[in-house]
C-alpha cells in the first residue's frame, strides 16, 4: 500500500522569519496526520538548516529544491549531497522544470543528480512533465517516456524504494491551470506501466507517483482520489499552512490506514 507524500516546493520563496514560522506552522498543522501522509518541505538552501530545526520531534521531513553531483570540491554556486544530508535534509527535488526550462537541465545533468543523491543517501523526487505544444501535438507520453528512461539510468529496482516520482504537465505549473482528475490518472496510469516495463510489477506498484501543478486545497480532494495519484508536489499552495494543511487533511482523510 502506498502512503500518500504531500510535499511542498517553497521555489524561491521565504525569508527566515517566513521560513521558520511556515515550517513550524504546517508541522503544528499536520500534527497526528503524519501517521497516515509523509510530509515533506522543500525550502530554499539558505533555510534549510532553520525549516530542520522548527519540525525537530514532529514526522514532517524537509527536502531540498535541487542538489549537485559532485563531491565537495570546486564547484561555486553548488550544494552537494553531503552539505545537504548534513543539514538534515531527507530527500531533494531533481528535475523540476524551471530547472529544466528556465535553467536549461537536461536529462544526463538530471540523472547524474539522481545518482548522486542515492548514492549519497538522500531520496529523489524526479520531476517529469510536458510542455502545452507537446500535449497539444498528442507526444505527452513519447516526452515523458524520454525524461523517466534519462532520469533513470543505471538506476536499480532497489533503488527505486528512494524514488518518487512527480507528474508535473508545465501547462499547469503556477498558471491555475490544473490537470483534470482524468488527464492526471490517466498519465500516472501510463507512468507505472512504464515502471512495470522497466523495472517490475513490485517497482510498479510500490512507487509513489505525485502530481503537481497548481494542486490547491479545493481541487486535492479530487486528484488525490484517482487510483495513481499517490501525493501531491505543490508550489503556491504551500507558502501558507492555511492552504497547505487542508491538502494534507484530504490525503489523511482518503488513507485508508
Ligand atoms: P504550483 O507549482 O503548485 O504553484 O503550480 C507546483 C510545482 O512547480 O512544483
Not at 503544528?28 to 525537530?56: I, M, R
Not at 523517466?148 to 516520482?165: P, W
Request: proline share 3%; charged share 20%; glycine share 10%.
Amino acid at each position: 500500500m502506498r502512503r500518500f507524500l504531500i510535499a511542498g516546493n517553497w521555489k524561491m520563496n521565504t525569508n527566515s522569519e517566513s521560513a521558520k514560522s511556515l515550517a513550524s506552522d504546517v508541522a503544528a498543522g499536520a500534527g497526528n496526520h503524519t501517521e497516515k501522509v509523509c510530509v515533506l518541505l522543500c525550502p530554499p538552501f539558505p533555510y534549510l538548516a532553520l525549516a530542520k530545526e522548527a519540525v525537530n520531534g514532529t514526522d514532517v521531513k524537509i527536502g531540498a529544491q535541487d542538489v549537485y553531483f559532485e563531491s565537495p570540491g570546486a564547484f561555486t554556486g553548488e550544494v552537494s549531497v553531503d552539505m545537504l544530508s548534513d543539514v538534515g535534509c531527507f530527500a531533494t527535488i531533481i528535475g523540476h522544470s524551471e530547472r529544466r526550462h528556465v535553467l536549461g537541465e537536461d536529462d544526463v545533468t538530471i540523472n547524474k543528480k539522481v545518482k548522486a543523491a542515492l548514492a549519497g543517501g538522500l531520496g529523489a523526487v524526479l520531476c517529469v512533465g510536458e510542455l502545452l505544444e507537446e500535449r497539444d501535438a498528442g507526444n505527452t507520453e513519447t516526452v515523458l517516456d524520454t525524461q523517466m528512461a534519462g532520469g533513470l539510468v543505471d538506476i536499480t529496482s532497489e533503488q527505486m524504494e528512494k524514488i518518487v516520482i512527480a507528474y508535473e504537465p508545465v501547462w499547469a505549473i503556477g498558471t491555475g491551470k490544473v490537470a483534470t482528475p482524468d488527464q492526471a490518472e490517466s498519465v500516472h496510469a501510463h507512468l507505472r506501466n512504464w515502471l512495470e516495463s522497466r523495472y517490475n510489477s513490485d517497482v510498479a506498484e510500490s512507487t509513489r507517483i505525485l502530481y503537481g501543478g497548481s494542486v490547491k486545497a479545493n481541487n486535492a480532494r479530487t486528484l488525490l482520489e484517482q487510483q495513481n495519484v499517490d501525493g501531491a508536489l505543490v508550489g503556491g499552495a504551500s507558502l501558507k499552512a492555511d492552504s497547505f494543511v487542508p491538502i494534507i487533511e484530504a490525503a489523511a482523510d482518503l488513507s485508508t490506514s
